[in-house]
T-cell receptor, first 109, second 118 residues
Framework: GQNIDQPTEMTATEGAIVQINCTYQ??????LFWYQQHAGEAPTFLSYNVLDGLEEKGRFSSFLSRSKGYSYLLLKELQMKDSASYLCAVADSNYQLIWGAGTKLIIKP | DVKVTQSSRYLVKRTGEKVFLECVQDMDHENMFWYRQDPGLGLRLIYFSYDVKMKEKGDIPEGYSVSREKKERFSLILESASTNQTSMYLC?????????????????FGEGSRLTVL
């Protein structure tokens, strides 16, 4: 079957760095997405990786290793507003998105 | 500012009632989706549509139907609501990319409709 794994919850300190991991097993691969979802709000797009390597976008970076079925989202200089759930999703061979359950990130002062 | 609007943020219905959830997007996107989001689970696709009057079943279509009469509007219908359909329902849209209707690209989500079925 198809599966996306990510930690349920993580805690980090304001100003620090945190890495949220995502591992996947899917039938085919057509890209990996990260979305941010604040409590009670809509998910919003953060990043898309289809080739191996690191994509940097301001304080957020996303890494992909297709051979390992692995990605991470790196958040630097954490701010209180980064407290949210982070959703990992993989597009399979039919371009359908398979979603992880999300990682709830708690930022402490 | 791009927008996906869902008609109701919160609904409470009784078992057996017919429920309509409406979604409108103003971005002229070809693709529209209905997901449900439950604690501890990833988003699960109910139905999607890549063109007017077109619809495709997702992973969990049982107990649901959809309607897309206009490009900007995608409706989710629960013919006879049951308690196990209590959930958060998220609508999303995306442009067609690379000429493939299935290639979703970035999804734009509405703020969700929280449905409670008693």
């Amino acid at each position: 079957g198809q599966n996306i794994d990510q930690p349920t919850e993580m805690t980090a300190t304001e100003g620090a760095i945190v890495q949220i991991n995502c591992t996947y097993q899917t039938s085919g691969f057509n890209g990996l997405f990260w979305y941010q979802q604040h409590a009670g709000e809509a998910p919003t797009f953060l990043s898309y990786n289809v080739l191996d390597g690191l994509e940097e976008k301001g304080r957020f970076s996303s890494f992909l290793s297709r051979s390992k079925g692995y990605s991470y989202l790196l958040l630097k200089e954490l701010q209180m507003k980064d407290s949210a759930s982070y959703l990992c999703a993989v597009a399979d061979s039919n371009y359908q998105l398979i979603w992880g359950a999300g990682t709830k990130l708690i930022i402490k002062p | 500012d791009v927008k996906v609007t869902q008609s109701s943020r919160y609904l409470v219905k009784r078992t057996g009632e017919k429920v309509f959830l409406e979604c409108v997007q103003d971005m002229d996107h070809e693709n529209m989706f209905w997901y449900r989001q439950d604690p501890g689970l990833g988003l699960r696709l109910i139905y999607f549509s890549y063109d007017v009057k077109m619809k495709e079943k997702g992973d969990i279509p049982e107990g649901y139907s959809v309607s897309r009469e206009k490009k900007e509007r995608f409706s989710l219908i629960l013919e006879s609501a049951s308690t196990n359909q209590t959930s958060m329902y998220l609508c999303a849209s995306s442009p067609m990319t690379s000429g493939r209707p299935q290639n979703t690209g970035e999804l734009f989500f509405g703020e969700g409709s929280r449905l409670t079925v008693l």
